[in-house]
T-cell receptor
Framework: KAGVTQTPRYLIKTRGQQVTLSCSPI?????VSWYQQTPGQGLQFLFE???????NKGNFPGRFSGRQFSNSRSEMNVSTLELGDSALYLC???????????FGQGTRLTVV | KNEVEQSPQNLTAQEGEFITINCSYS?????LHWLQQHPGGGIVSLFM???GKKKHGRLIATINIQEKHSSLHITASHPRDSAVYIC????????????FGQGTRLTINP
């Protein structure tokens, strides 16, 4: 069974640009959640999707958004990038909400 | 004060030693997760607990709901156990989001 796949693995963007990150969950998993990891703040919850609906949201500005498709694949978008958005973005999938999460390898975003 | 506190922040031990990492939380939770992160970023979910104790190989996780405390134990530690161990709790109120501890960096020397 394939694991959680995140693309791309590495990304360099310029301030002010926007970026879209992709997450393909494990087959059969319907819940996808996103996290940001920085050296200063550690791991922080961004949002969680289940059955194409955002169920939970962390304390991030509106520049951070996401969506989930009918096949459970999810995308995360960050608009008007800032230097502070440089981070490792992790996606995790679960069969349902509040069950064990399986993490992808992450996308390392660098904003210059 | 952070909602989730881990101790110690850094731990260095010799191969074979018994390791304990602690996690205390101050909020109501529905579950607690222990995660392992190796250099390079990949995260592996080790345990999800809502009560009692779980064991997987050399790893044991316990949780005391009344005391709002969990421990992760590693028996017969090995250099390949060197990683960052992260405790995360699922809140039962509000956004029901996962809140993470700051992590414990474990180094096992041969």
């Amino acid at each position: 069974k394939a694991g959680v796949t995140q693309t791309p693995r590495y990304l360099i963007k310029t301030r002010g640009q926007q970026v879209t990150l992709s997450c393909s969950p494990i087959s059969g998993h319907r819940s996808v959640s996103w996290y940001q990891q920085t050296p200063g703040q550690g791991l922080q919850f961004l949002f969680e999707y289940f059955s194409e609906t955002q169920r939970n949201k962390g304390n991030f500005p509106g520049r951070f958004s996401g969506r989930q498709f009918s096949n459970s694949r999810s995308e995360m978008n960050v608009s008007t990038l800032e230097l502070g958005d440089s981070a490792l973005y992790l996606c995790a999938s679960s069969p349902h909400m509040n069950t064990e999460a399986f993490f992808g390898q992450g996308t390392r975003l660098t904003v210059v | 004060k952070n909602e989730v506190e881990q101790s110690p922040q850094n731990l260095t031990a010799q191969e074979g030693e018994f390791i304990t990492i602690n996690c205390s939380y101050s909020v109501g939770i529905s579950a607690l997760h222990w995660l392992q992160q190796h250099p390079g970023g990949g995260i592996v979910s080790l345990f999800m607990l809502s009560s009692g104790k779980k064991k997987h190989g050399r790893l044991i996780a316990t949780i005391n709901i009344q005391e709002k405390h969990s421990s992760l134990h590693i028996t017969a530690s090995h250099p390949r156990d060197s990683a960052v161990y992260i405790c995360a709790v699922r809140l039962i109120q509000g956004a029901q989001k996962l809140v993470f501890g700051q992590g414990t960096r474990l180094t096992i020397n041969p």
